[in-house]
């Protein structure tokens, strides 16, 4: 079955249930392919997959050339705009409802077009496998249990805090940490950490991450050497670390698919394991 799709998250899923896009968009544009997918991407005996240039949006003309026989948009934004095009070209895998297109599950993403591409027992055994690298990476750390934690991204226009219950990814609590108190007072509306408040970020472990790099709102060595930020219990005691944005950790906790999950779980272990030790 020749598959298209329109997204990086519509690629992960193809790859993942071992089928090769006939065309991707180019997401990567010239930067390194994220070891998650790369090593799907050998594992197949791929190459370098066919990508068309996005930066305009879906390219309907590259796509229909392949003469797909399904199109994956489980994982866009832009399905308003790209059904009524797309459709003419293949049967369009998508959501229902365009509220899903924030809600759903990378699970239930992942399920639904293994359905329709009459591979829902090769989607189950991918999710078992991402709940028992989860399950093992916290039953080998029981130090993890109990301990609060803070993630903080720091954005092109602020400090967010994001481990509250609206927004967090749910990696964290997976492999046993627990909110703060002040993640209660979070909202989608109001996450932002002012400079005066940076005790809010306070917990037994701090995470934080700099993926915008240049155009975030401040910069590490700026937020890092900050008087009130040095003080905080958790920078103190060297139970903080920085998740890496260059191999696309950070992104890929933000954003999960089926095949970034485990390697997550596998990535992060370790810089947890230290943060809590304070190493």
Partial sequence: MKVATVSDGDTAIALALGIVPVITPDVEDGAKVPEYKQRAIDKLGAGKLKTYDDSDGTAYEAIAAEAPDIILGMNTWEMDADYAKL?????????????HADTLTWQDRLKTAAKALGLSAKAD????????ATTEAAAAHPEFKGKTYTYTV???EQVSFMSYADQDPGVFEKLGFTKTDKAKN????????????????DADVLLVTYPFG?????SATE???????????????????VIPSDNSLSSAIAYPDALSAPWVVEQLTPLLAKAVAGQ
């Fill in 214 to 218: 240049d155009r975030g709102v401040i």
């Fill in 154 to 156: 720091v954005h092109p």
């Fill in 186 to 201: 979070c909202a989608p509306n109001k996450n932002a950490v002012s400079l005066e408040n940076l005790d809010q970020l």
């Fill in 223 to 241: 937020l890092e050497s900050n008087k009130l930020f040095q003080s905080l219990n958790a920078v103190k005691t060297k139970h903080f670390t």
């Fill in 87 to 99: 459709q003419p070209i293949a049967p369009v895998v998508t959501f229902t409802d365009k509220a």
């Fill in 125 to 132: 055994e991918i999710i078992a496998a991402n709940e028992k």
